[in-house]
């Protein structure tokens, strides 16, 4: 079983609606965790931290279920910029970052 | 602020020939850098863990000797892809995380090609 696990997708989405993709992790202390974004031949880039108690930077918001051990990213009002990867990340101590292979996020006209 | 900037972002090389990528965290000092790889479709590949003024820690199935790790201050680290093949023509970026905080900040890649 691999310790950080997504859909690898593709999602495809019409412009304006919702989104939401999960990422499992099977290490229960693991302790902190991102989302990270990548567009296609590029360098991944922070998008956001998840917190317990969740948290909301905009249209994105992340929610962290600890009992179900799942991150979630929601998407609200997709725009076509927002087309690209969406990597997990988890912590698991000692700066240790296990990275999902990545869910890809298709918005459509 | 946290910016890492790589060098070079382009490299054609023939079979046999070895390359330098640099790594430098412009604006912040990094105790830890990272080396990633990655296949085209693929995820990122941790290949190995760099800490400044210690040896690197390698990621199993990564070998040491071909790619060849430095990190000689807080700000630069190198990777070296000594006799280089057409296997691996990758994608190679690094990572740079500010001493004391989880968050990893990447460089721009380098796109490597072996002919």
């Known amino acids: 079983r691999k310790e950080v696990e997504q859909d690898p997708g593709p999602f495809n989405v019409p412009e304006g609606a919702t989104v939401a993709f999960n990422c499992t992790y099977s290490n229960s202390a693991s302790q902190s965790f991102f989302w990270y974004r990548q567009d296609c031949r590029k360098e991944p880039k922070l998008l956001m931290s998840v917190y317990s108690s969740g948290n909301e930077d905009g249209r994105f918001t992340a929610q962290l279920n600890r009992a179900s051990q799942y991150i979630s990213l929601l998407i609200r009002d997709s725009k076509l910029s927002d087309s690209a990867t969406y990597l997990c990340v988890v912590n698991e101590g000692n700066y240790q970052l296990i990275w999902g292979a990545g869910t890809k996020l298709i918005i459509k006209p | 602020g946290a910016v890492v900037s790589q060098h070079p972002s382009w490299v054609i090389c023939k079979s046999g020939t070895s390359v330098k990528i640099e790594c430098r965290s412009l604006?912040?000092?990094?105790?830890?850098m990272f080396w990633y790889r990655q296949f085209p479709k693929q995820s990122l590949m941790l290949m190995a863990t760099s800490n400044e003024g210690s040896k690197a820690t390698y990621e199993q199935g990564v070998e040491k000797d071909k790619f060849l790790i430095n990190h000689a201050s807080l700000t630069l680290s190198t990777l070296t892809v000594t006799s280089a093949h057409p296997e691996d023509s990758s994608f190679y970026i690094c990572s740079a995380r500010p001493t004391a905080q989880e968050t990893q900040y990447f460089g721009p890649g380098t796109r490597l090609l072996v002919l």
């Open positions: 604006d912040f000092q990094a105790t830890t």
